[in-house]
């Protein structure tokens, strides 16, 4: 079960894909959650693809390849339809096996790797669909309780000191280096866990959009655990 005791009016829950496709975002709700009990093993499938790096995409030929067991097949047609009504619906979601992400140290004061809260940004009206099946589940920071960083006068001091052009024009550097996607939550936020299953599509930033962008980002992996992940 999601607790949306804090974001109850950000997040709206459907039943059925096709509720999750056309419900329109609107006023504070930037999330909707297709909520679902999943059947399957999908552990046995992140044991059993073959690891290329720290992040390894786990192709729709290959899933059907792997030797599974009953429970590992129910997993496995539960991955091939997600796709499948994504891909019916002209989106281009991908399965990700993620060990972790690479992290950003190029500023020590203002990381901009996806462990950051941020939001997706697109210069056509799109959505972020995405679904945790195994392993940590992403987060969502509630607008409301989320700052962004770059309006925080600490490091917009130290952002200033990296960059030596025109005053006037400071927005589009922070623009163009992907600052202005990042927020802090504020000291008494209360994080979402997405939980494992569910899929969900989340507000972007882009042109046309009615609402906020949605503030997310993915978790701390356990140590040894991998992750499972829909992302498109």
Known sequence: MIDLSYAENQIHCVTNFQDLISTPFNGEMNAICWTRE??????????KVELSGNITVLEQEELRELQLSEQGKLAREILLNDLKILEAHGASPI???????DRDDSYPFFPTDVYS????????????????????????????????????????????KLYHGAEEDFESFLSEYFFDLHYQ??????????????????????PESQVPPCLHRAPEEKSGQKRLLLIC
């Open 117 to 160: 809260f941020h939001v997706d940004r697109s210069p056509i009206p799109t959505d972020t669909f995405l679904c945790t099946y195994y392993g940590e589940p992403s987060e969502i920071l509630p607008n409301s309780q989320g700052t962004k960083k770059v309006l925080i006068p600490e490091i917009r001091v130290e952002l200033k």
């Open 38 to 47: 999943l059947t399957g093993d999908f552990s046995e499938i992140v044991k």
């Open 95 to 101: 399965l990700n096996v993620i060990s972790y992400y």
């Open 185 to 206: 939550a504020k000291p008494d936020a209360h994080l979402i866990n997405l939980g494992l299953g569910h899929l969900w599509r989340l507000a972007v930033d882009h």
